[in-house]
């Protein structure tokens, strides 16, 4: 690494940083500064919500730049930014970015869902992008101060939610295809509501799309950039045309995931031994949240918790192991195919009615609620640990205010 300035040379490090005689060059909570909004918001009634569409009156920012390392972060009005147009983040798309939800509990305590996953995943992606690093602890402090800030936004009510959005931009103002040596990490926080409204069925239906690949061996779709979702908005639209909610991304004949979120099927071995199966973390699939709070809930099914609904006879067996269509075909016309389900932060767990593919459709068997058993169960009871209601290995964290 250069140096930058002669004073720097003796200088302590800090995340691999120089850190200078003037500051820290780590993201520093203690030195949080907060202004509080002079004209909040008015908070629109729950149902009127629409995804990620309204803002909270706060956002927490910081930034960085290699001789003074990471700015003393400050949360203040929500508002744009103002940036150099040569910046990395707009040539080079040096973006990156989490999803993550605080949850209000039944005693009206903030909750966080696994926050440490988020965290690790997002110090991954910055890392991936040659993205300057920055104290994950620190951060995950400052957004739990944002979260209190803003829990009058979150609605007491099941299935509601504030999600949050942390970001880092590269914000090196040079044409230069080099590593962005600035940044700007900020988090903004956007009141959401149950994916599905009560009463419609908890199901969607997928075009498996042979031709556009989302992800491939040695490629990026295993961390969380900006630039992996840009490519699949036109697939995205093409499935709708054609009468699909979302696409299943496949390389070859093997599934990846649908949409943005991670896939599962369920198949029969016999009437008490089911197999609960998604592909395996190859670096062609995000490692998300959901999917992992999914892998370990079902594998404790019924040696360790039993999950809702489902009885004490019915063992299930996980497994992380490629999937290919024609085994979603087989599985199905042999009537074991009990289940397909997609997870995510966003949906929870939704069920899949229907895959179509190479002009056919796959149609799963029919449930009442558009989720089938084992999605029902694991949405059920993931809902019931991010609320607070049910414990389950620490995974829920009280948001501290101070
Ligand atoms: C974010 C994301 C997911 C879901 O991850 P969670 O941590 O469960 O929200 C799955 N697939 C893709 C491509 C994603 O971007």
């Known amino acids: 690494m250069a140096i930058e300035s002669p004073s720097a040379i003796d200088a302590p490090r800090v995340n691999g940083h120089a850190k200078t005689r003037t500051g820290a060059a780590g993201l520093d909570a203690s030195r949080l500064k907060v202004s509080v909004t002079q004209s909040p918001k008015l908070i629109p009634s ?26 003393d972060p400050e949360i203040k009005p929500y508002g744009p930014l103002c940036l150099d147009p040569a ?28 926050p440490d996953l988020n965290m690790a995943r997002m110090r991954r992606s910055a890392d991936r992008v040659a993205l300057p690093p920055f104290d994950t602890d620190a951060l995950l402090t400052l957004i739990q101060r944002l979260v209190a800030l803003e829990s009058r936004w979150i609605p007491n009510i099941q ?43 908890h199901q969607i239906s997928l075009l498996a799309n042979g031709e556009v690949v989302r992800s491939w061996p040695g490629g990026t779709g295993g961390y969380k950039l900006a630039l992996n979702y840009a490519p699949t908005l036109k697939p995205q639209q093409l499935a709708e045309l054609q009468g699909y909610n979302q696409v299943l991304w496949l390389l070859d004949d093997k599934i990846t995931e649908a949409g943005a979120m991670n896939f599962f099927v369920v198949i029969k071995q016999d009437e008490n031994n089911w197999n609960v199966i998604t592909p395996p973390l190859d670096g ?26 489902l009885p004490e006879t019915l063992h299930l067996h996980t497994h992380e192991r490629t999937l290919t269509m024609s085994d979603l075909r087989t599985w199905h016309e042999e ?17 899949v009615g229907r895959i179509g593919f190479e002009g056919k459709d796959i149609v799963l068997p029919d449930h009442a609620s558009g989720r089938g058993p084992i999605a029902r169960a694991l949405y059920e009871r993931i809902v019931a640990i991010q609320e607070g209601k049910a414990e389950w290995e620490g995974w829920s964290v009280v948001c501290k205010s101070v």
């Open 284 to 309: 062609t699939i995000l490692p998300g949240v959901t999917r992992d709070s999914c892998i370990s809930l079902s594998a404790a099914h019924p040696s360790r918790t039993i999950l809702p609904h």
């Open 87 to 114: 910046s990395s983040c707009f040539q080079y798309s040096t973006n990156i970015f989490e999803g993550m939800k605080a949850y209000v509990g039944p005693n009206g305590e903030v909750r966080l869902f696994r």
């Open 335 to 351: 009537g074991r195919l009990l289940e397909a389900f997609t997870v995510g932060t966003a949906v929870v767990v939704t069920g």
């Open 159 to 201: 299935g509601y939610s504030l999600y949050l959005r942390p970001t880092v931009i590269g914000t090196r103002p040079s044409l230069g295809v080099t590593a962005s040596d600035n940044a700007l990490l900020y988090v903004i926080c956007s009141p959401a509501g149950p994916y599905f409204k009560a009463g419609s069925a």
């Open 46 to 71: 729950p149902e009127t919500l629409k995804f990620g569409q309204t803002m909270t009156d706060h956002m927490l920012i910081a930034s960085y730049d290699p001789e003074h390392g990471w700015s």
